[in-house]
């Protein structure tokens, strides 16, 4: 016949191993669990995928901004980019958005649907419907330009068209340059250059 402290004893034993484990288990429920709202979203990478192809790396929504020596402001922002060679260093950008603020107070805006990102090179290769916005007043379209990160220094490596204050325009390549060392930046167009002309009203 078994003493009823002897049972007791065997009760509280059991509970002292049982309690820790239970709990230990009730804690891991709580790691495995997923968190309500906490999905990753305010990682920069997302893993993404499309038919054929293997998963690939992506960087969500970069942004690179630069200065000149003079001080004018380079920005880039782009829908998404991939690391080229697993390199951060080198990307390739879709939806490229670049904006260059001046110093003396204009800007000028550009887009494009790819461009190739090199930070180690300081340079920016922009392809497939290059446009181009100045706050002098000039729209200019392009298919490819090649830009510096650094510095004011960009030229197109293919045939621009635009219009500007004094009228329509095509030619066969645009270079974005500073006048001498901290100068003024100024739009220069070569190779056969087109102007239909057209007096604003006064």
């Given at each position: 016949m078994v003493r009823g402290g002897d049972t007791y004893s065997s009760v509280i034993g059991w509970l002292k191993i049982l309690l820790p484990v239970a709990a230990l288990m009730l804690l891991s429920t709580l790691f495995l669990l997923p968190r309500q709202g906490d999905q990753g979203a305010e990682l920069p990478y997302a893993a993404g995928t499309e038919a054929g192809d293997a998963t690939r790396?992506?960087?969500?929504?970069?942004r690179y901004a630069g200065?000149?020596?003079?001080?004018?402001?380079?920005?880039l922002t782009a829908?998404?980019?991939?690391p080229i060679d697993g390199s951060l260093s080198r990307v390739r950008a879709h939806r490229l958005d670049a904006q260059l603020d001046m110093t003396d107070g204009s800007t000028i805006t550009l887009s494009a649907n790819e461009a190739l990102v090199d930070d180690e090179d300081k340079s920016a290769d922009l392809e497939g419907s290059v446009h181009i916005v100045s706050s002098t007043g000039y729209v200019i379209d392009?298919?490819?330009?090649?830009?510096a990160l650094d510095r004011v220094d960009a030229e197109t490596l293919t045939p621009v068209s635009g219009s500007g204050p004094a009228g329509q325009f095509t030619a066969g390549k645009m270079t974005i340059t500073a006048e001498g060392s901290g100068g003024d930046v100024q739009l220069l167009f070569t190779g056969g250059v087109n102007l239909i002309y057209?007096?604003?009203?006064?």
């Open positions: 790396e992506q960087i969500v929504a970069p200065t000149t020596p003079k001080g004018d402001r380079l920005t829908d998404s980019a991939e392009t298919e490819r330009m090649l830009t057209d007096p604003q009203d006064e």
